[in-house]
């Protein structure tokens, strides 16, 4: 599982430097973004109540590490978006039609 949370963050490192020329490309980019946030919340949710402990590492890890994880992850996703929104304001000042 590490390694789908190293794709995870490399998938968030090209978003974040990626420039968006359209508020529809944010508005995606951003959806996407907590999309696959609360897909992997809702699995892990689904495996705990399964088991014990959700496995998202090699060992597991308990409940209360589960969400504080998550809510780490949320935050992620809102700095994120607004890095995101940051760049397109940016790229627009740059690019403006005189």
């Keep these: 599982m590490t390694f789908f949370v190293l794709a995870a963050i490399a998938i968030y490192l090209a978003l974040i430097f990626?420039?968006?020329?359209?508020?529809r490309a944010v508005i995606i980019t951003i959806v996407l973004?907590?999309?696959m946030t609360t897909s992997l919340l809702v699995w892990g949710l689904l495996i705990s109540t399964a088991a014990e402990k959700p496995i998202?590492?090699?060992?597991?890890?308990?409940?209360?590490?589960?969400y504080f994880l998550f809510a780490a992850w949320y935050v992620l996703d809102v700095l994120?978006?607004?890095?995101?929104?940051?760049?397109?304001?940016?790229?627009?000042?740059?690019?403006?039609?005189?």
């Design 18 to 23: 990626r420039k968006y020329k359209s508020a």
């Design 33 to 35: 973004l907590i999309g």
């Design 56 to 66: 998202f590492f090699s060992p597991g890890i308990s409940r209360t590490e589960f």
């Design 80 to 98: 994120c978006s607004i890095k995101i929104i940051r760049n397109h304001i940016e790229y627009k000042k740059i690019n403006i039609d005189k």
